[in-house]
């Protein structure tokens, strides 16, 4: 039971434009909604995140947009840099325990 | 900051043989999490431990496997008589509960090879 989706394996956007990242979740539960990043042989690094009282946080070059209605979060990156090249994951937590279920990941690939 | 640091960072063994790995948290760092992620998916949940105490296991973790967090520190997960469907990365991460929803951190992982 996959509770937290990432339909899109793989992303190319070329640097400089807007790469957009989505995830969907099935567990009306989840508040609390995180997006981290992986490079190869490395840990996943956090990146931002969303508390389900919000419906868009910025950070940076990063935004992540809430939709509590259609159970869907996005990761906005503009502009995208050749550096942002990673697997991207979608993560969501409940209450006070904050043990994550994360997505399987979305491979973007930042082209020059 | 030093980090959540994992040894070792990779660990070849032969089927049936015992594994165990350690992970150090973050010093300030209370909450203490296992995942496992294996190719072409995100971590899992294994268990996790606020101080020493163990507060959930996920049915993941057969009983072969066994995490300790002794005085609240460090933390290590044994695997008993590996099998070759435990190759995976075993990641680590810690958090400071404060009562609400908190980011984790993440070590680099120990990647585990079952021959």
């Known amino acids: 039971d996959q509770q937290v989706k990432q339909n899109s394996p793989s992303l190319s956007v070329q640097e400089g434009r807007i790469s957009i990242l989505n995830c969907d979740y099935t567990?009306?539960?989840?508040?609390?909604f995180l997006w981290y990043k992986k490079y190869p042989a490395e840990g996943p690094t956090f990146l931002i995140s969303?508390?389900?009282?919000?419906d868009k946080n910025e950070d940076g070059r990063f935004t992540v947009f809430l939709n509590k209605s259609a159970k869907h979060l996005s990761l906005h990156i503009v502009p995208s840099q050749p550096g942002d090249s990673a697997v991207y994951f979608c993560?969501?937590?409940?209450?006070?325990?904050?043990?994550?279920?994360f997505g399987t990941g979305t491979r973007l690939q930042v082209t020059l | 900051d030093t980090g959540v640091s994992q040894n070792p960072r990779h660990k070849i063994t032969k089927r049936g043989q015992n594994v165990t790995f350690r992970c150090d948290p973050i010093?300030?760092?209370?909450?203490l999490y296992w995942y496992r992620q294996t190719l072409g998916q995100g971590p899992e949940f294994l268990t996790y431990?606020?101080?020493?105490?163990?507060?959930?296991k996920s049915r993941l973790l057969s009983d072969r496997f066994s995490a300790e967090r002794p005085k609240g520190s460090f933390s290590t997960l044994e695997i008993q008589r590996t099998e070759q469907g435990d190759s995976a990365m075993y990641l680590c991460?810690?958090?400071?509960?404060?009562?609400?929803?908190?980011?984790?951190?993440f070590g680099s992982g120990t990647q585990l090879s079952v021959l």
């Open positions: 991460a810690s958090s400071f509960e404060r009562g609400g929803s908190e980011k984790l951190f």
């Open positions: 567990n009306s539960m989840f508040d609390y």
């Open positions: 969303i508390s389900s009282i919000k």
């Open positions: 993560a969501a937590s409940y209450g006070t325990a904050s043990k994550l279920t």
């Open positions: 010093s300030e760092h209370n909450r």
């Open positions: 431990f606020q101080n020493e105490a163990q507060l959930e």
